[in-house]
């Protein structure tokens, strides 16, 4: 296989501590070295990236997407899905069962994963259910989903109500070491709701959700990880009150982690009133911004930050929704929830770095070698550029300028709260296994022809 | 743009008293006659017709207000604040001699709008028409049977009435757009 | 310059000075959030001019020839789909009505398909009741034709607050500094919400009182942000209704017991049902008002239903007028 330089990028791996200029090689499609700055493989190499301006990072990890295939294929493919990825940086997905049929069994599991390789631009890692049908009655065999590939379960879309269940899944679970992925949301109090409980509901006569919903579950949730001793990860935490139950439950060593989404920490309940969040009336009840868990305050967005900050949140994954234009031009409560993330997730997340309201390398940490500790080293080692392990890339441009445009969108899914607007920070080149998935139009790769 | 003044209130004055002579001897006496001043300085100029025809005949005759605006045939032509002001026909108009007092009698559309009203509210004997001034360019077969003063103008030219239960003074106007180059 | 822009000038140096912008802005009337007090005092005043056709023999003026109001209704009502077609029948426009719970909704056409083959039939005005919260707002964007909100799920009904406002102007004048009460389920009362935003920016106070479980969560922090100072929670009626000028208790739906949020209907009578001792407290001239249909015996009782002090009926036929006048403000910026 060819040889692939990088060369004269700013790399930074959070996994070795990294903070350099330097070169990186690939060959055989893994990271032969790093930083090296004296230029030695410029004559050998048959691809030279120049990779001046950029920086090179471990490619990011997505712990959460929606990927609608098989069975909602005209919101997403997985063709389109992993295509989206690339161009947003990511080179490994997980992607949630909630497809139809369900990921409930092997021979799901193992179509997921035979369109992948065949069609996926990235890798693609299933999660299994953890309940038949997604049904929250019976356990799927998780052993056997297991030995399939699946990285963790859930029945995201959906919180495992009854708590009898979720303990056994638990302690089923805990023999495999594979973490139960948890949607915390308590139907009794959530129900009907479109929006966050609060002063906007109140204003636009719409049902909402307290943040009480999502706490009671983690609350429940973090007791029975403790009760039996198995790996609990929440999805898409979106309240300062969760955050402090995750925070506590950590200084008791709790196996919790938890992860937060891009659009969970910029946008607030006011989007619902679009953009100007308020003074165009016109502009109200933007379906763009329903979501689940729906958006939330101000108090909320900094405790989420904090979060990162002092490692309550272990990543940041996009929860990419793609929809129908159908499925959400339509009344708010009829609208359906979900945000397609994949390709505005990195820009929408430099600017809390512009904003200095967290540091480039933490950033990248929450994308690579954090989420990678979550999913194992059962595909290999992930989100890092040591030597030897997958040549899994990305370059990114921290200053670069671009606007959103959702018709231009590799995903099927248009269905963005942040269409139209300028974002600062851009992915330029994508690499995968060594090979070049993803490249912006600017750059231009140096090919050496062999006679 | 320049202001000239055409009419100073004496002038005024002795036309509508002209003009109520006129109205009298047309129709042979005061009886069955009902003003309707046109929203809005036809009002104060009918109010003043009818005290004067009553210092003349003796006894009050019934004045009303009219509003136009929602019988004009030109929705998209409004005033930046489109005050629909009151209309007041206080008796039956049916069998009666109406009519109508405006300030300025212009293109005539007004007027027409005022029959189509006066229409909907019974059916008059006949419809007449009393204005100020007159200042030409019909474009609508309508003629004033009473007429203040005959003021012939040019389209660019605007004829301004003040009234002193509006404007505080008596007067009527012409306001002629300046030349290129003169003050 | 023609008359018809002469007539225009003379009535300009009647208005505002130094206006050189519209006073009514409003292509479509979806809430009165965005009302400024010169536009409500402009449909006040359009409204008496309306209330005088009415009083006519001849009911009816040309105003509105040649343009059609498609009133389109995906709840059910009498009373307000009336009023908007006699509205908008005594301005002599064309109306078609639409019953969208019988027509092709149900064969599954979504809300733009429905709307869009409306406005291709030539549509000019749609007056739309939706049992969504913001579905007249999706209309709105998507729509050229100007969209009349006639109530939409539990967030706007901007001509109900506007013949409200119109009624209390008829009796007690000037709204500064009243005390407006309105009583029941604020939770899923667009009347309410609607009557927040039009009774403040005229200057009156208002007490919103209800059992906790039918006050909106969220209401006191969106008030406060709001009208810190001119709108109040309270639970206890007596409280509420002292020294107040107009009571308006909201009807209440039987579901609501049905759905728990309120344990009984006569729990609910005996704590906040609006009798001839509650009323006592307000003020002796106080108005009784009624956004319609009455539960009589529930939310108010017949004595009071019936009392001397209810305009309730009056409001109907206020509301009549105050339509025209909103559908001839608006057909008329539409081409501005």
């Given at each position: 296989m060819a040889k692939l330089l990088i060369h004269g990028g700013h790399i930074i791996d959070p996994s070795q501590h990294l903070d350099i200029t330097g070169d990186v090689l690939i060959k055989d499609g893994k990271?032969?070295?790093?930083?090296?700055?004296?230029?030695?493989?410029l004559h050998d190499a048959d691809i030279i990236l120049d990779a001046s301006g950029m920086v090179v990072s471990p490619g990011f990890i997505d712990l959460h997407c929606h990927l609608r295939q098989p069975g909602f294929e005209d919101a997403e493919t997985i063709a389109t899905g992993t295509l989206a990825a690339a161009r947003g940086g990511f080179t490994t997905v997980c992607c949630m069962p909630n497809t139809y049929p369900p990921l409930d069994d092997r021979a799901s599991v193992d179509y997921v994963k035979q369109l992948a390789a065949a069609e996926g631009y990235v890798r693609v890692l299933p999660v299994g259910c953890i309940t038949k049908g997604r049904r929250g009655a019976e356990l799927v065999e998780m052993d056997e989903l297991a030995r399939a590939g699946v990285i963790g379960f859930s029945d995201d879309g959906e919180p495992v109500a009854s708590t009898r269940t979720m303990r056994l899944a638990m302690e089923y679970a805990s023999r495999l070491g594979l973490p139960i992925i948890e949607h915390c949301e308590d139907k009794g109090l959530s129900?009907?709701?479109?929006?966050?409980?609060g002063w906007v509901s109140a204003r636009l006569g719409l049902r909402g959700i307290p943040a009480a919903a999502e706490e009671i579950m983690v609350a429940r949730d973090i007791n029975l990880a403790a009760l039996t001793g198995c790996r609990l990860h929440i999805a898409h935490v979106s309240t300062a009150g969760s955050v402090k139950l995750i925070r506590d439950a950590k200084k008791k060593d709790i196996p919790v982690t938890a992860e937060v989404t891009p659009h969970h920490l910029l946008?607030?309940?006011?989007r619902v009133m679009g953009k100007t969040t308020g003074?165009?009336?016109?502009?109200?009840?933007?379906?763009?911004?329903?979501?689940?868990?729906p958006l939330r305050t101000c108090t909320d967005i900094k405790a989420l930050v904090e979060g990162i900050k002092d490692g309550t949140i272990d990543a940041i994954a996009t929860d990419h929704a793609p929809h129908t234009l159908v499925d959400k031009l339509c009344e708010f409560d009829v609208a359906a929830f979900g945000i397609s993330g994949l390709e505005t997730a990195f820009g929408c997340l430099m600017s809390l770095v512009h904003n200095k309201q967290i540091n480039l390398m933490v950033l990248i940490s929450q994308l690579t070698c954090k989420p990678a500790r979550i999913i194992g080293?059962?595909?290999?080692?992930?989100?890092t550029l040591k030597t030897?392990?997958?040549?899994?890339i990305t370059l990114f441009d921290p200053n670069r300028e671009w606007l959103v445009d959702?018709?231009?969108?590799?995903?099927?899914?248009?269905?963005?709260?942040?269409?139209g607007e300028l974002l600062k920070g851009k992915v330029m080149v994508t690499i995968v296994q060594g090979e070049i998935v993803h490249k912006d139009e600017d750059i231009r790769v140096k090919r050496r022809s062999r006679a | 743009m320049a202001e000239r003044i055409l009419l100073s209130p004496e002038d005024i004055r002795r036309a509508l008293v002209r003009i109520a002579h006129e109205i009298i001897e047309r129709n042979k006496g005061a009886r069955d006659i009902v003003l309707v001043g046109m929203q809005t300085r036809g009002v104060p100029l009918a109010k003043r017709l009818a005290a004067i025809i009553k210092d003349i005949e003796g006894f009050a005759i019934p004045t009303g207000s009219l509003d136009i605006s929602l019988y004009?045939?030109?929705?998209?032509?409004?005033?930046?604040?489109?005050v629909v002001h009151p209309t007041d026909i206080?008796?039956?108009?049916?069998?009666k001699h109406v009519v109508l007092v405006d300030d300025v009698f212009y293109t005539g559309r007004s007027i027409r709008a005022a029959m189509d009203a006066i229409m909907d509210f019974g059916r008059p004997r006949t419809i007449q028409l009393a204005v100020l001034v007159d200042r030409g360019h019909r474009e609508l077969p309508i003629r004033a049977d009473y007429v203040g003063k005959n003021i012939p103008t040019s389209r660019s030219e605007e004829i301004k009435v003040y009234v002193t239960e509006i404007d505080g003074e008596d007067k009527v106007t012409i306001v002629t757009p300046n030349r290129g180059g003169a003050v | 310059m023609n008359s018809a822009e002469q007539t225009a000038r003379a009535a300009m140096s009647e208005t505002?000075?130094?206006?050189?912008?519209?006073?009514w802005q409003h292509h479509?009337?979806?809430?009165?959030?965005?009302?400024s007090r010169e536009e409500i005092d402009l449909v006040m005043e359009t409204a008496e001019a309306m209330a005088e056709v009415l009083q006519?023999?001849?009911?009816?003026?040309?105003?509105?020839?040649?343009k059609t109001v498609v009133t389109m209704f995906y709840e059910p009502s009498t009373r307000t789909r009336a009023s908007f077609e006699l509205a908008a029948k005594s301005l002599s426009a064309d109306t078609i009505s639409l019953d969208a719970t019988r027509s092709s909704v149900t064969k599954g056409e979504s809300l733009l398909d429905t709307l869009r083959t409306i406005q291709a039939l030539g549509a000019d005005i749609i007056v739309m009741r939706h049992q969504y919260s913001g579905a007249p707002y999706i209309a709105a964007r998507h729509i050229s034709a100007s969209i009349i909100n006639a109530g939409d799920g539990w967030h706007a009904h901007p001509s109900q607050a506007l013949l409200d406002i119109y009624t209390i102007r008829r009796h007690?004048?000037?709204?500064?500094d009243r005390k407006v009460v309105i009583i029941g389920d604020?939770?899923?009362s667009r009347v309410a919400r609607s009557n927040i935003w039009g009774m403040t920016t005229m200057g009156a106070r208002v007490v919103l009182c209800g059992p906790p479980t039918l006050l909106p969560p969220g209401l006191k922090e969106f008030i406060s942000r709001f009208w810190p100072a001119q709108v109040t929670v309270e639970t206890e009626i007596e409280k509420a209704i002292k020294d107040a000028d107009v009571v308006m208790p909201l009807r209440l739906q039987l579901e609501r017991q049905q759905s728990g949020l309120i344990p009984s209907i006569r729990e609910y009578i005996r704590l906040y049902q609006l009798n001839e001792d509650r009323l006592?407290?307000?003020?002796?001239y106080a108005l009784v008002m009624h956004p319609g249909p009455m539960n009589e015996g529930i939310e108010i009782s017949p004595a009071v239903a019936q009392s001397?002090?209810?305009?309730i009926e009056e409001q109907v036929t206020n509301g009549v007028a105050v339509r025209m006048a909103l559908l001839y403000l608006v057909a008329g910026r539409k081409n501005n």
């Open positions: 990271i032969v070295s790093v930083g090296d700055t004296r230029n030695t493989a129900q009907g709701g479109v929006m966050n409980e946008l607030t309940e006011e003074s165009n009336t016109l502009a109200f009840y933007d379906t763009s911004a329903k979501v689940n868990p080293t059962k595909y290999g080692e992930l989100g030897g392990t997958p040549a899994d959702s018709s231009n969108f590799a995903s099927k899914g248009k269905n963005t709260p942040f269409d | 004009r045939d030109d929705l998209s032509r409004r005033p930046l604040k489109p206080p008796v039956d108009i049916t069998d | 505002l000075p130094g206006l050189s912008t519209p006073v479509h009337v979806l809430d009165l959030d965005d009302f006519r023999e001849v009911k009816r003026v040309p105003a509105l020839r040649g007690l004048g000037d709204l500064a604020i939770m899923h006592a407290l307000a003020k002796p001397t002090q209810s305009v």
